[in-house]
């Protein structure tokens, strides 16, 4: 029997099998005993720290690995020695440690230890570079991603505190969790002193009671839009239009609401000031057109009763009739005059007018006709500028004005007349409809009694009168409002009971305003009657007014003339040779106007003298400073027209020398 022989196969030893298997993990690894000695490893730990494969052996001296790695700088200590002996004294130790070390070539390698029973420590060497720069790339992107959002808040909070309007966040609860500037501003606090207060502790009852609708109907998802009054803190009445919009994540249950209040008080004042002011210019279009027939009738009326009176002897006829009657008509020639200041249509003179001088000599006018127990003062702040202005005519406004506040004071008081420099912005110019720029403001100020909104408001009406006497016109201040937008100025007034009266008129500053234009009144010259030898060509439509004008000119020796348009007119003018002047009607019936039939004859007929008259103010308008006609304002009495004529025959006779 052939023995048969079996090859014995070595089974390898456990260390040997444990040692392959920790060589196949993606770890370093250490064992040390007690004594500081060498007990197991793996290659990746030889790899991760790139040891030489001869430093590792069983028994090998912890120190020596220490060693190795200070003598080729992986400590970056000078004193090789000393940072070998305090790293070895703190293995022994044997404390737990966790912490990760940065090789020269940058890998970042974590070392975790743990002590073993007994004595000893088993180290883990863990290469987390990649996570490492993985976490370094998050923790900058995300250091990126908030600077861009700090960034993003900031130019938010930016904008929210600087655009003109108050911002808000409430929660359901009405707690503020958020405000900007401005709305803190508004109750006196910075916005970190609102955030976290309850709406029932920052708004008024009265705001809040009126609020609370809006807001419980925004905090059913409403959006609400609502104006009110509001009283700030600071005593100023403010108009407020309000946005509620409610915050509903995903369109789901709403958490609160973001208030938007924005102060319309200057676009409220803006749309009043504009609305007064076309108010205003309606009623001086219907001033002025009744200006025109009542001027037509008072011409007939003083144009006949004048000569009645200077026929009829002294006699009681005379004096209890036809005087208080011819009295009367020519009171209402002066009330059409004012009609048309009212309309804004007197022509103005507009100078360089020093207020200074002009309000001292009104205070001194004023202080003997005021009572004792009223105080004139005066205050200007600065140099006083010059206004450009028809100096008269603001004599007369600020008459009016210091009339206006004597009458107030009843009890007796203060008036003050004080004068400044103001700029007015764009936004201010468009309220008070004057262009922007400097402007000389003259305060004329009482400390009577003030008025309500609902007086103040009405005071610039034509024939509002508080009066209840009716001893006062109710014009005055129309006149005053019609003087200071004739003069590219504006009046405006601060009242409220209990806390006086402020009237603010604008005007412009003598040496940036544009040029006026004015048609003159003839001033009387020394003679009372022209040299006028041929024919008065007279036309007007009114019969009535033609017959009072004819007679004038006959009492004054003139041959006449007449036509009652100015077709009429062109006719006689190209058949008489011997006409030396026209006086026409400004307002006729037919294609051509007064002015039109003065601006054929100044064409066709030069040598021949223009004399308009009209109870009407559109001449203003319709003409231009190269016109320069003479302008006889309805009603006039025989000398008044005798002047005219002498004064246009002296300046014709000046023009020809």
């Known amino acids: 029997m052939t023995a048969v022989a079996h090859a014995t196969v070595e089974t390898p030893a456990p260390q040997v099998l444990l040692a392959a298997g920790l060589d196949q993990i993606d770890q370093g690894l250490t064992v040390f005993d007690s004594d500081l000695r060498m007990v197991a490893w793996n290659k990746r730990f030889l790899e991760l720290l790139e040891f030489p494969d001869g430093l590792a052996h069983q028994g090998a001296a912890f120190e020596d690995f220490i060693r190795y790695n200070a003598e080729r700088g992986e400590y970056g200590e000078d004193d090789i020695d000393a940072a070998v002996s305090r790293r070895v004294e703190q293995a022994k130790d044997f404390e737990p440690h966790d912490f990760e070390r940065v090789r020269p070539d940058g890998r970042v390698i974590r070392v975790k230890g743990s002590p073993i029973t007994g004595g000893g420590f088993v180290t883990i060497y863990t290469d987390v570079t990649q996570r490492r720069n993985q976490q370094i790339l998050q923790e900058e992107l995300i250091a990126e991603r908030a600077e861009a959002l ?96 409610p915050e509903q994540p995903s369109r789901g249950e709403v958490i609160g609401f973001y208030l938007v209040s924005v102060d319309v008080t200057r676009q409220k004042q803006a749309t009043a000031a504009m609305l007064q002011a076309q108010k205003m210019d309606a009623v001086g279009q219907m001033s002025s057109g009744i200006a025109h027939d009542f001027n037509n009738l008072l011409t007939v009326i003083i144009g006949n009763l004048s000569p009645l009176t200077e026929r009829l002897a002294e006699s009681e006829l005379r004096r209890e009739l036809v005087e208080p009657a011819l009295k009367a008509a020519r009171r209402g020639a002066d009330l059409t005059r004012r009609l048309l200041a009212v309309a804004r249509r007197q022509p103005l003179k507009p100078t360089a007018v020093d207020l200074g001088d002009t309000i001292g000599d009104l205070i001194k006018l004023l202080r003997p006709s005021l009572p004792d127990n009223i105080e004139l003062h005066s205050h200007f702040r600065g140099r006083t500028h010059p206004a450009f202005v028809d100096g008269a005519q603001l004599e007369m406004a600020l008459l009016n004005l210091a009339i206006n506040a004597r009458d107030a004071l009843k009890g007796g008081g203060r008036i003050e007349f004080s004068t400044s420099i103001r700029q007015v912005n764009p936004e201010l110019g468009q309220t008070l409809r004057i262009k922007s720029g400097n402007y000389v403001e003259i305060s004329v100020c009482d400390n009577g009694p003030g008025m309500p909104e609902e007086i103040s408001t009405k005071i610039f009406e034509p024939f509002f009168s508080t009066k209840s006497d009716g001893g006062g016109s109710g014009l005055g201040l129309s006149m005053v409002y019609g003087f200071a937008r004739q003069s590219n100025g504006s009046i405006r007034v601060e009242s409220s009971p209990g806390k006086g009266t402020v009237f603010h008129l604008l005007l412009p500053v003598a040496e940036e305003t544009a040029s006026f234009h004015w048609v003159d009144t003839p001033e009387p010259p020394s003679s009372t009657q022209g040299d006028i030898r041929g024919l008065v060509l007279l036309v007007e439509d009114s019969e009535e007014v033609r017959n009072v004008v004819r007679r004038q000119l006959v009492e004054l020796g003139h041959r006449i003339v007449e036509a009652e348009t100015a077709d009429e007119a062109l006719e006689l003018i190209d058949s008489l040779e011997n006409i030396d002047m026209l006086i026409s009607d400004v307002a006729m019936p037919g294609a051509l106007s007064g002015i039109d039939l003065a601006h054929r004859v100044r064409m066709e007929r030069p040598e021949i003298h223009v004399l308009l008259m009209t109870g009407h103010s559109g001449i203003l308008e319709s003409t231009s400073a190269e016109d320069d006609f003479f302008l006889l304002r309805k009603p006039f009495e025989t000398v008044e027209l005798a002047d005219a004529i002498a004064a246009q025959t002296l300046r014709r006779g000046h023009a020809e020398a």
Request: aromatic residues 10%; contains cysteine; proline residues 4%.
């Open 150 to 245: 700090r960034l993003s808040e900031e130019r938010l909070r930016l904008i929210a505190n600087e655009v003109p309007a108050g911002i808000a966040h409430v929660d359901k609860d009405l707690c503020i969790r958020y405000a900007n500037d401005r709305f803190a501003r508004a109750y006196g606090k910075t916005p970190d002193e609102l955030i976290g207060c309850f709406c029932r502790d920052v708004l008024a009852k009265a705001t809040l009671d009126f609020s609370a609708p809006f807001f419980e109907q925004t905090r059913r998802g409403g959006r609400v839009d609502f104006d009110m009054t509001l009283t700030l803190p600071s005593g100023q009445v403010r108009e407020i239009r309000t946005f509620l919009r």
